[in-house]
């Protein structure tokens, strides 16, 4: 069974359109990675997978259950939460707790008793990222890479079967961008099923089976392999993700 099926999910905020008419279908066990330029609404349906924007018209399906406003609180009490993980793409939004162990052991808490217990999942997923000398640390104080780092964790700590991360690697260098994508393919190994978004190309081969691309009028324009795709020079000119002149840059990405 699919993870999630979309049909005809349209978003309109006062009317405008901002997601038109979007069908896709996501596989479990599977990677797929959205581009396309700024504002084309990539952002927007994460929040809508994630369950965080229900204000949306067509039909989308989770695990074959129709997920929409009314089905909604049903689907959150059997642990939505739990089994979707959801990063924002803005990690300061998503970051709300004063040190990194509580940011943590946020999402555990609500479902362990037991504080040791507790303990020993934060410490096993912050030495995974390198984060254990931070753990007393005001989150405030972290530098961009670190924030990121964090939010991933708070949402790996979790075990969630669907993993949708919105620009997961910005603000990290180049060498964490590589461990992230080692931690993300190792996760997908185990079954797990990964959304991202990104604008990165290198990123998309490193961690999308599949790539969605849409377009600056917010349509999905094209579903396919990710290597396919970035083959297609013309329906990534088309979506305004390159321009003409891209090849001169492309060495430097
Ligand atoms: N609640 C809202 N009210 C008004 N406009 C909105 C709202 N939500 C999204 N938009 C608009 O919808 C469009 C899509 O936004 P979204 O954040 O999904 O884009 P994106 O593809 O993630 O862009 P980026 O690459 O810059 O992150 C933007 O023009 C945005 O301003
Ligand atoms: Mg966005």
Redesign the pocket.
Known sequence: MNVYMAKNLTFK??N?I?LDNLNFEIEKGKSYALI??????????MKILAGVELNFEGELYFFGRRLDKSTFGKLFEEGFYKKVGYMF?DTDLQLFNLNVFDEIAFGPRQYIADEKEIEKRVLEVSKLFGLENLLQNDILTLSGGEKKKVALASILVNNPDVLIL??PTNDLDPKSIRFIAKVLGELKNTGKTIII?T?RFDVLLLLADFTIV?SSD?RILRIGKTDEILKERELLVEANVIDEEFEIFRKYL
């Not at 396309?36 to 990539?42: A, I, L, M, P, V």
Request: aromatic share 0%.
């Open positions: 905020v006062n405008k901002i396309g330029c700024n504002g084309s609404g990539k952002t927007t349906l793409q919105d620009e978004s604008h849409i917010h």
